[in-house]
């Protein structure tokens, strides 16, 4: 079973699971509108339990400004349906302005509740609150029906099988320029998995409370864009010229790269080597001819491209905090 088919199952059942246990609530409690409860418990199923959570405070906040703007409104004129869609007006300007528009057809509900029973009294107005908060309530419950465990680990799986693609691409890489070969490997179905992973990645960021949930999408996205500066270096190796003596320089830093991607691996190594060759090279004798001048600014330019990609690792640890580097790189998961 694939993780994407485990995380429908998981939804289906929370959805489920939620709706029955809203309705069963609101109605054994007597509420006149109990599957309306299931209802919110549904809408709010819908998100992720961060936002969940937010859309919730919002839903009980926003009743109480729906039960007086729709009385209000209803002083004014004797036809409900006139009440029905100024109150939701004003509810569309009042939610847009808040950022919180999903909560707005929760609030039309209500409304549409008062307007029909077109009487306002404090035994209705606690039924259509209990009913809320019945739905939320039972959202908020079904909605920890997820596995961040589990999740964690798929995550800590890819990461360690998309660096060993990457190392292995890199060699490969590495290989084909030894040979002279422009026949160099494919990044395609790599990008691919990892946007796959990123997307993962993001779910379990907005599923979890754990702190610095965010680590995983931080680290695909920075693997995604060494693989855009990969891409370049690709180009640049296919397009431009390279003399024998200035590819095995090349070939010999790539294959040393390789040995250290990985996840943990702080890239001071790799910065100070890269640093050296291009030291080096500044203090060759000058070109001479224009051939030579050419060869000596593409091996330059390539190299300042693996720059950026090693730049990128850089970025990503230096971003790390302390407290990030104890759980994710000292642990087991």
Not at 265 to 277: D, G, K, S, V
Not at 289 to 297: L, V, Y
């Amino acid at each position: 079973m694939t993780h994407h088919t485990k995380q429908t199952l998981i939804q289906m059942v929370r959805l489920g699971a939620g709706v029955i246990l809203a309705v069963g609530i609101a109605h054994e409690a007597g509420l006149s509108n109990s599957y309306s409860a299931g209802t919110i418990a549904l809408i709010t199923l819908l998100t992720s339990k961060r936002e969940s959570l937010r859309q919730s405070v919002w839903r009980i906040v926003t009743f109480f400004i729906t039960a007086g703007i729709t009385f209000l409104t209803g002083l004014f004129t004797p036809y409900p349906i006139i009440t029905f869609g100024l109150t939701v007006m004003l509810l569309y300007l009042i939610c847009e302005k808040l950022d919180i528009l999903p909560v707005l057809a929760v609030n039309g509900v209500i409304c549409a509740h008062f307007v029909t029973m077109r009487q306002f009294s404090w035994g209705m107005l606690l039924d259509e609150f209990l009913m809320v908060l019945t739905g939320v309530a039972s959202a908020l419950v079904c909605g920890q029906i997820y596995s961040g465990k589990n999740a964690r680990a798929q995550l800590r799986r890819r990461m360690k099988r998309d660096d060993r693609i990457l190392a292995d691409w890199l060699s490969a890489l590495a290989d084909q320029l030894g040979k002279g070969s422009v026949a160099l490997p494919e990044l395609a179905g790599y990008e691919r998995q990892l946007k796959e992973d990123l997307r993962l990645a993001v779910n379990y960021t907005e599923n979890s409370y754990a702190a610095h949930a965010e680590y995983f999408a931080e680290y695909f996205e920075m693997r995604i864009k060494q693989v855009e500066v990969l891409k370049n270096l690709e180009w640049e190796l296919a397009n431009y010229q390279v003399p024998p003596a200035q590819s095995q320089v090349i070939t010999e830093f790539i294959r040393y790269l390789a040995r250290y991607v990985c996840e943990m691996n702080e890239p001071t190594a790799q910065e100070t080597q890269l640093q050296r060759l291009l030291q080096e090279l500044r203090h060759e004798t000058l070109p001479r001819t224009r051939e030579e001048f050419e060869h000596r600014a593409i091996l330059y330019h390539i190299l300042m491209t693996i720059r950026e990609f090693i730049s990128l690792k850089r970025q990503f640890v230096d971003g790390l905090s302390e407290k990030q580097k104890e759980a994710y790189w000292r642990q087991d998961d």
